[in-house]
């Protein structure tokens, strides 16, 4: 039988974007040859350098290839010699539109007591994922200025759902649910007693949750689900939220998992090619020195791997991960725990070294 193959787009962007992406390939590789699947990577040079160099963002022919491909892994957008916006609409915001990647999946889990910067909170208490909406909303770029630069100047921006995004989305949280088979609970986010509009959130996560008889329904104002977030984070199993609040709410989850150097996400659309990357940023002023984290985009790697039908693999990565933070010899989660590639020849070592079948959890 010819073995699975996979065919990856790598962008690894800007800032520390191309070091960390290079520890990711490094576990790709270390995952392929353990767990028996074939990778063609196929990289892209996109990003503000690229852009600065030639005026180009990213080709619509370059979009097109990557429709064929079964993933794409991407670094970090953001470069403060370009206005602010440009370079990471013009190809995050790009991919989930064009790409239709109507679910952000944000995991938030502690792996190590240690790491959380709350009081008593151990791994058994963090251990949630956010839906988070992604092609709707404030980031549909509905926006304008009137009288720019005057006295008199308006500025407006849109939040637009729709009945079908807002469905397919929820759908995929409430199956979500029944999948970790955990709490068996989904929390609604949203703001619809001042943002009027979200009463479509309302409505369709009702309707559609009589579907899930077996789905316990849940619900928190943002600014509530923030506070529970920080004090009783073991109340949450999955959360499905509109686009912007899911943005903030999963900073503030990096946060009660360690940090942003763990923090990874799937832009998903079931089916169809998709995009992983770290939360994090590209974190310019690191660029270059080999200190960056590369954890996340490890995570990152993992949930690709995971979404590509490699579960064993992806379950031996987090496991890699897991045992060297609890142990320690990875010491924290920030830039300069250790230098990068060390990090990730720690993880590769860990995983090579793994029983084939890590035992789920
Ligand atoms: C994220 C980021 C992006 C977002 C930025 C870079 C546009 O914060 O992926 O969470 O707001 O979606
Ligand atoms: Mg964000």
């Known amino acids: 039988m010819e073995p699975r193959n996979h065919r990856i787009a790598v962008l690894a962007g800007d800032g520390i974007g191309e070091e960390v992406v290079r520890e990711g390939l490094k576990i790709l590789r270390t995952a392929a040859s353990r767990f028996g699947f074939r990778t063609t990577l196929k990289e892209y040079p996109y990003g503000t350098d690229h852009f600065l ?34 370079i990471e609409f013009g190809i995050i915001a790009r991919l989930r539109f064009d790409l239709d990647l109507f679910v952000n999946l944000r995991p938030i889990r502690l792996y190590a007591e240690h790491l959380c ?3 008593g909170k151990t791994p058994a208490d963090v251990d949630l994922v956010v839906v988070r909406e992604n092609t709707e909303d404030a980031y549909a770029g509905i926006h304008g200025f009137l009288h720019k630069g005057g006295p008199d100047e308006v500025a407006i921006q849109e939040m637009v759902y729709t009945r079908k995004g807002v469905e397919r989305v929820i759908r995929y949280a409430f199956e979500l649910a029944r999948k970790r088979n955990k709490k068996r609970k989904l929390t609604l986010i949203d703001k ?3 943002v009027r509009a979200q009463d479509l959130w309302t409505r369709v996560f009702e309707e559609v949750g009589r579907d899930f008889p077996d789905i316990e329904r849940d619900h928190a104002y943002v600014d509530a689900c923030c506070m529970w977030l920080v ?26 998992q ?19 990357e770290p939360i994090h940023g590209s974190a310019p002023k690191y660029r270059g020195q080999g200190k960056a984290n590369p954890l996340a985009t ?25 045992r060297l933070l609890v142990g320690k010899r990875i010491p924290h989660l920030g830039a300069g725990a250790l230098p990068t590639s060390e990090i990730g020849d720690l993880v590769a070592a860990e995983i090579a070294g793994a029983p084939a079948a890590a035992a789920p959890r």
């Open 231 to 256: 004090k009783n984070p073991e109340w949450f199993d999955v959360a499905v939220a509109p686009n912007l609040f899911g943005d903030i709410v999963t900073d503030l989850g990096a946060m009660i």
């Open 117 to 119: 910067p709350l009081k």
């Open 53 to 86: 160099k030639t005026g180009e963002i990213l080709p619509d022919a370059a979009l097109a290839e990557m429709r064929g491909m079964s993933a794409i892994l991407l670094g970090a957008i953001g470069d403060p010699r370009v206005e602010v916006g440009k």
């Open 298 to 322: 490890i995570n990152a790697v993992g949930m690709m791997l995971e979404f590509l039908g490699e579960g064993d693999a992806a379950r031996a990565i987090e496991g890699a991960i897991e």
């Open 192 to 194: 619809a007693n001042a």
């Open 258 to 276: 360690g940090g942003m150097g763990i923090a990874a996400s799937g832009n998903i659309h079931p089916g169809r090619v998709s995009m992983f």
